[in-house]
Each structure stands twice: as C-alpha cells, then as structure tokens.
T-cell receptor, first 114, second 113 residues
Framework: DAGVTQSPTHLIKTRGQQVTLRCSPK?????VSWYQQALGQGPQFIFQ???????QRGNFPDRFSGHQFPNYSSELNVNALLLGDSALYLC?????????????FGQGTRLTVV | AQSVTQLGSHVSVSEGALVLLRCNYS??????LFWYVQYPNQGLQLLLK??????LVKGINGFEAEFKKSETSFHLTKPSAHMSDAAEYFC???????????FGSGTKLNVKP
C-alpha cells in the first residue's frame, strides 16, 4: 500500500499564476482533506472532499478550490497566487463514517511563489 | 469549537534526558487527540492517538501521552531522548469522525549530545 501520495513534491510559481496540486488517497479511503502549512506554523485546514463534493471549508479565500474524482483522488487549485501562498500543502485521507479509522497524511507539496 | 495550544515553541534536552512536550486542548465535543512528528522537509507521521479508550496512550519510538480531562491536557513524554528524536512535534485535536484536524503551532525538539 503506497499510502497517501502527492505530486509534485516541489513547485515554483510566479505571483499571479495558477497552480494545481494532486493527491491520491490511501487505498480504501474515500475522503480527502487539504491543509496549508506555512513556515513555522502548524497545518491549517483548507477543505475536505467526499463523494466528489466539498463538504467542509476552512477560512481560505475563493482563490482556493478543489475537485475530487470518481477514483477518490483530488486536486487543489490556487488562482492568482500571492507570495503568502508559499507553504507546504498537505493532503490527508480517511474513510468517512467509520469510527476509529485513522487519517493518513501525504509527504506534501512544497509551493514557492516568487 | 476545537483548538490546541502547545506551550514552548522550542525545547532542548540532553541525550538520555526526559522529553516533555506540552499540549492543552479546547473542545466542545469529546475529543480525539493526536501527536504527529515532522522531520525537515517531510510530511506528518503519527506518533500516537487518543480515541476515548485508555487514557495513557503508548506510541511509536518510545513516546507516550496521557489524556487528562480535568486539566484538558495531552502532554507527550519519552523517558530517554535520542538524537534521532530531534524534529518538530505537533499536537492536534479532531472530532470523532476525523473530519478536520486542528493543529497546534508546533514544538521543535533539539537533542544535545
């Protein structure tokens, strides 16, 4: 089992550009959540996808959007990039509705906006 | 509402000494509590979790944590620090459906030889 996989591992973008990050959940998991971890801070919840719909959202602007595909994989899109969007973006997956199932995190995508 | 406070952004111990990393939580529902470790340029690795079973939870690499409801605490301990324990540690709380994690700001552990 490959666990949660994210791509790419590193990315450099220019301010104002758009970026797409990808996440494949752990086998058997149907729910994907995205987190932003700025330098020196703990991860902050962006949003969660289940059954191809956004189910919960944190305090992030509409420039942050996502998608979940029928195979449960997910994309995070960020438009009009700002320097402050530079961060490690983490994806987590779990099996919704099952108590005591663990959430697994990927290794993250390091986004640098210049 | 749920939140976590980690006391001490940096902790330094000598190799072989006790490790104590502090975490206090706030939750309006029975919490699930977690400790994660993050090595430089890597993602999060689960150390241990509390999910309303035993209040003393044992994790990987010799770490353990005790859930104290009266003190709203979930401090992480290890009897004897090893150089390989140097990393950043995050405490987190979630509801019982693992829908959303609220993380603390992290504690960087430095282990001196």
């Amino acid at each position: 089992d490959a666990g949660v996989t994210q791509s790419p591992t590193h990315l450099i973008k220019t301010r104002g550009q758009q970026v797409t990050l990808r996440c494949s959940p752990k086998s058997g998991h149907d729910t994907v959540s995205w987190y932003q971890q700025a330098l020196g801070q703990g991860p902050q919840f962006i949003f969660q996808y289940y059954e191809e719909e956004e189910r919960q959202r944190g305090n992030f602007p509409d420039r942050f959007s996502g998608h979940q595909f029928p195979n449960y994989s997910s994309e995070l899109n960020v438009n009009a990039l700002l320097l402050g969007d530079s961060a490690l973006y983490l994806c987590a997956s779990n099996q919704k509705g099952l108590m005591n199932t663990e959430a697994f995190f990927g290794q993250g995508t390091r986004l640098t906006v210049v | 509402a749920q939140s976590v406070t980690q006391l001490g952004s940096h902790v330094s111990v000598s190799e072989g000494a006790l490790v104590l990393l502090r975490c206090n939580y706030s939750s309006s529902v029975p919490p699930y509590l977690f400790w994660y470790v993050q090595y430089p340029n890597q993602g999060l690795q689960l150390l241990l979790k509390y999910t309303s079973a035993a209040t003393l939870v044992k994790g990987i690499n010799g770490f353990e944590a005790e859930f104290k409801k009266s003190e709203t605490s979930f401090h992480l301990t290890k009897p004897s620090a090893h150089m390989s324990d140097a990393a950043e540690y995050f405490c987190a709380v979630s509801d019982q459906s693992f829908n959303k994690f609220y993380f603390g700001s992290g504690t960087k552990l430095n282990v001196k030889p």
